[in-house]
């Protein structure tokens, strides 16, 4: 069996998502299969480059899962010529910098949204790898959950009709860091630094529903600060500049509206940390990570608004699992996956820096939209 070994230099590894979802679970995942089995036989193998700023960190990784090569230094990760791909989740404000290095440097790019912090950044990395004709991928995790792609089959299949609404709930509560440490990191709650819950999330938002329903045509946002004062790693206090919630109205091709609501400050009283409710003319779904409900119109309860009595109808318990059918895996790992068999193989992709920077586009305005406290439309995107 021949192996093809594809150089990444990764950075941004000593990070959450760098090493829990791209190291340990897709990178270091695919190596413990035996690598990416591809059609002709070949195994596609990926030779990791670990990039960090702490040098006591990022040699502890390496050696803790031996990995040979590590650096604090991006240009000479990029000069090692094997080294086909750099990837990239560092800090949202750090990322142009090293994905420009990577372009120049004539490496094909894989990261993290936001692919920047502003419209102008992101269509910049884009149009700069295509004039470099360098291949680019951005994560687009959330369609991989089986939740979402249950949706997706739903939707594909023609189970809704017409589809009428989606109402999205994205959230939980992140404490403040006084009295129990905050779960995710202090720059999320500062604007200064890249933070905040729209630059965050609406990214999401935007494939999940380009690609389930349709391309997002406006935005209408309130966005708010609920924390305002908040205690980072250090247990110091510090002043929450960026929003920690968006209550946000989307309206899609077709003339479906869909309202998504996402918090750092609210309970969950869900089954899951996102829902997504959809109704359509046939029938009705709610999908979340891993699970996914439907109701048809044939099964629908006549429901009859009487406040004098206890309703005697247990709404929850007349909706239907949707099945598997298939084998989940780890939604990033699939992910690379793919952009490992486009890279070597040159099979089809579409989410390059191009599709991340429509993600950007739509929080730049949904956070505009907020501030001049009107409903704003979305231009297509083009380089
Ligand atoms: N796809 C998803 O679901 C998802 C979820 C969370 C975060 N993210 C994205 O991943 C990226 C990393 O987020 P995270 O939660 O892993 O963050 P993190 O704070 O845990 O990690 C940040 C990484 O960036 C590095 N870094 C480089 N320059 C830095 C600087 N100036 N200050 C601080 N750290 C710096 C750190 O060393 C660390 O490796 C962000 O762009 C974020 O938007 C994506």
Request: charged share 25%.
């Amino acid at each position: 069996m021949a192996r093809r070994t594809v150089g990444l230099a990764m950075n941004g590894v000593t990070g959450r998502m760098g090493y829990n979802q791209h190291l340990l679970r897709s990178v270091l995942a695919i190596r413990e299969q035996g690598g990416l089995a591809v059609a002709d036989g070949t195994v596609i193998w990926p030779e990791p480059v670990l990039i960090g700023r702490n040098e006591d960190r990022i040699r502890a990784i390496a050696e803790r899962h031996g990995i040979e090569r590590w650096t604090t230094d991006v240009a000479k990760a990029l000069a090692e010529p094997d080294v086909e791909i750099y990837f990239d989740a560092q800090v949202t404000s750090a990322r142009r910098e090293g994905v420009l290095a990577a372009i120049d440097a004539g490496k094909h790019v894989y990261c993290e949204k936001p692919t920047a912090e502003s419209l102008d950044d992101a269509l910049e990395l884009a149009r700069v790898a295509a004039e470099r004709g360098v291949k680019t991928g951005v994560v687009q995790d959330k369609l991989f959950l089986p939740g979402l792609r249950k949706l997706k089959r739903l939707v594909d299949g023609g189970f809704f009709g017409r589809i009428l609404s989606v109402r999205g709930e994205f959230g939980y509560w992140v404490f403040e860091g006084d009295w129990q440490p905050a779960q995710r990191p202090s720059w999320n709650y500062r604007a200064e630094q890249g933070g905040g819950i729209v630059l965050d999330m609406f990214c999401h938002w935007q494939y999940v529903l380009r690609e389930t329903f349709g391309p997002v045509r406006s935005v209408q946002a309130l966005t708010t600060t609920h924390i305002p004062q908040r205690f980072d790693e250090r247990g110091n206090a510090y002043e929450a500049t960026a929003d920690d919630a968006a209550y946000g109205i989307f309206e899609l091709d077709n003339g479906i509206v869909a309202q998504i609501n996402s918090s750092w400050a609210t309970r969950v009283n869900r089954d899951e940390l996102v829902e997504f409710h959809v109704d359509g003319t046939e029938g009705s779904a709610v999908a979340g990570l891993r699970h996914c409900r439907v109701q048809h119109r044939s099964a629908t309860p006549k429901a009859v608004w009487n406040p004098d009595l206890p309703s005697p109808v247990d709404f929850r318990a007349q909706w239907q699992e949707v099945p598997d059918n298939t084998e989940f895996d780890n939604g990033f790992k699939e992910q690379w996956e793919l952009f490992l068999r486009h890279v070597v193989l040159d099979e089809p992709w579409h989410w390059d820096l191009l599709a991340g920077a429509r993600g950007v586009q739509l929080a730049e305005l949904g956070l505009r939209s907020a501030a001049e406290g009107r409903r704003i439309e979305i231009p297509e995107l083009t380089l």
